[in-house]
C-alpha cells in the first residue's frame, strides 16, 4: 500500500465511525453535557468536522466546505471558528437542530478530503505548511494530526452516547 492509499485508508475510517455515530441521535442526546461541563455530542461533531474541513481545505488551498453549509446550520461561526479554545457558553451557545445535516456536512469534507488525498505525493508530504514550530509541520505531519484529532473526538462522542444509553437502562 503507498501512502495516499494508507491517508485515505485512515480518512475512511473516520467516515465510517462518523456516519454510525449521528445516526439515532435527538435533541437531548446531542446536547447532553456528561457531568453538566463535558461536550456534547453535538458539539463534538461539529467541532471534528469543522477541524478536518479547515485543515485540510488550507492544505489543499481550497474554500472550505463550511462556507456553502454555515447558513443551513443557522449558525453564525464564521470559517474562522472551528470549535478550538470554546467556553463552555460557547459550547451551549452551539445548537445542532439536525442531526442529519451534521452527517451531510461530514460527508462533502470527506469528499473534498479525498479529492486532495488524490493529489498528494512525497514532494506534497514534505511540504512545509506550519512555521510556528519546531520543527516546521509538514503536510504528511498535518494529516496523521487531523486523523488522530478526528478520532479522538469521534471515541469522546462515543463514550458520551454510551452514557446515555446507560442512563435509560
Known amino acids: 500500500m503507498d501512502v495516499r492509499g494508507l491517508l485515505t485508508e485512515g480518512f475512511g475510517r473516520i467516515t465510517e465511525l462518523y ?13 447532553h453535557r456528561p457531568g453538566g461541563t463535558g ?6 461533531l461539529w467541532h471534528l468536522a469543522r477541524v478536518q474541513d479547515d485543515h485540510v481545505a488550507d492544505l489543499a488551498g481550497q474554500p472550505q ?30 445548537r445542532i437542530e439536525d442531526p442529519a445535516l451534521l452527517g451531510e456536512y461530514h460527508h462533502e469534507v470527506t ?10 505525493d512525497e514532494a506534497e508530504l514534505d511540504r512545509e505548511v506550519d512555521q510556528r514550530w519546531d520543527p ?33 437502562s
Not at 456516519?19 to 446536547?31: I, N, Q, R, T
Not at 449558525?75 to 451551549?92: C, K, M
Not at 469528499?111 to 498528494?120: C, G
Open 136 to 168: 516546521p509541520v509538514t503536510a504528511g505531519v498535518r494529516l496523521v494530526s487531523i486523523q488522530g484529532d478526528c478520532l479522538q473526538h469521534l471515541g469522546q462522542a462515543a463514550y458520551v452516547k454510551g452514557l446515555l444509553g446507560s442512563r435509560t
Open 65 to 94: 466546505v463550511w462556507e456553502r453549509f454555515q447558513d443551513r446550520f443557522g449558525l453564525p461561526n464564521g470559517t474562522d471558528d472551528i470549535g478550538y479554545g470554546h467556553t463552555s457558553e460557547q459550547v451551549d451557545a452551539l
Open 19 to 31: 456516519a454510525g455515530m449521528v445516526e439515532d441521535l435527538d435533541d437531548a442526546s446531542l446536547h
Open 111 to 120: 469528499l473534498a478530503t479525498a479529492r486532495y488525498l488524490q493529489t498528494v
Open 39 to 44: 461536550n456534547p455530542i453535538g458539539w463534538l
